[in-house]
């Protein structure tokens, strides 16, 4: 099982990224799929979801307006579009994929990619 996050970088305020996740090793249309990011000294939050039965998605507040989260299942990929980037989004984002079973969950982190806004 992989996911491997990419499209990270140093971005000045107001500029745009685009995140992708490429998933392997689990049936991916099946997972829910979410970013997280952490901040230096902060815990871990929730960015943006999207559920695997009818796309619908979920943002944090701090992000909404703003950032964008699509799935393409023929190609087992997530993405996070993000515009109007603020310093505050500054931290590593984490591609995160689950899936609800009887017992508990099935889920799988990725590695996580570093996202700076700086001007």
């Known amino acids: 099982v992989q996911l491997a996050e990419s499209g990270g970088g140093l971005v000045q305020p107001g500029e745009s990224l685009k995140l992708s996740c490429a998933a392997s090793g689990f049936a991916f249309s099946s997972y829910h799929m979410s970013w997280y990011r952490q901040a230096p000294g902060k815990e871990r939050e929730l960015v943006a979801n999207i559920f695997s039965s009818d796309g619908s998605t979920n943002y944090a507040d701090s992000v909404k307006g703003r950032f964008i989260i699509f799935r393409d299942n023929a190609k087992n990929t997530v993405y996070l579009q993000m515009n109007s980037l603020r310093p505050e989004d500054t931290a590593v984002y984490y591609c995160?994929?689950?899936?609800?079973?009887?017992?508990?969950?099935?889920?799988?982190w990725g590695q996580g990619t570093q996202v700076t806004v700086s001007s």
């Open positions: 995160y994929a689950y899936r609800l079973r009887v017992w508990g969950k099935d889920d799988y």
